[in-house]
């Protein structure tokens, strides 16, 4: 397999943790997003919305979508899985995990940030403090339901890692690279070391990537 990503692409970052989880050995092919990189007609023929990270299957099939692509993997490489057996569970799981894919991330990324500078005219101050705010409304939420809820065990549900904490650490990891305020969301820290001690997920981290920058 080849994962077209960015060393610091959250939803890259999801997917580098789900391989490493299944044990999946790929080729990297990085994109300079700051760069542009990701618009070369190149990349576009790969992936026609210009985003990170595609996935090329051994069988030479192209899945874009960071979440559809994890749960391609979990269809096609079931062990270990990433979501519960049950129903209930598994949408407990999904929904933590979109709570941060569809909610907080879309507001937060590459492109809007940019945005915000080029063309609209904020500063970087600005820039910041809209990243900052919105982890702060979003993570509030998180830390109250992973706090408050039974199902939560030394990861996001039980003990076992799996969709919503690949979620959840890449955001955590862009949210300290904002100096966001974490100590108001001590189980979603909690949640944040355990996982980083697992081989995946700290090997999948944007400062090991090879093409990871200071």
Known sequence: MKLHNYFRSSTSF???????????????????????EQRDKVYLALNAQGLVPTLETEAG???AQSLAIVEYLEEVYPDPPLLPAEPLARARVRGLAYAIACDLHPLNNLRVLKYLVDPLGHDA??????FRHWVAVEFAAMEQRLSEEPETGRFCHGDRPGLADLCLVPQVV???RF????????????IHEACMAIPAFAEAAPERQPDAEG
């Open 61 to 63: 099939d192209r899945l």
């Open 125 to 130: 101050g600005t820039q910041a403090d809209w």
């Open 174 to 176: 862009n949210g300290r």
């Open 179 to 190: 100096d966001c305020d974490m100590t108001p969301y001590p189980t979603i820290m909690r």
């Open 14 to 36: 999801r997917v580098r943790i789900a391989l490493g989880l299944k044990g999946l050995s790929y080729d990297y092919v990085a994109y300079h997003l700051r760069k542009g």
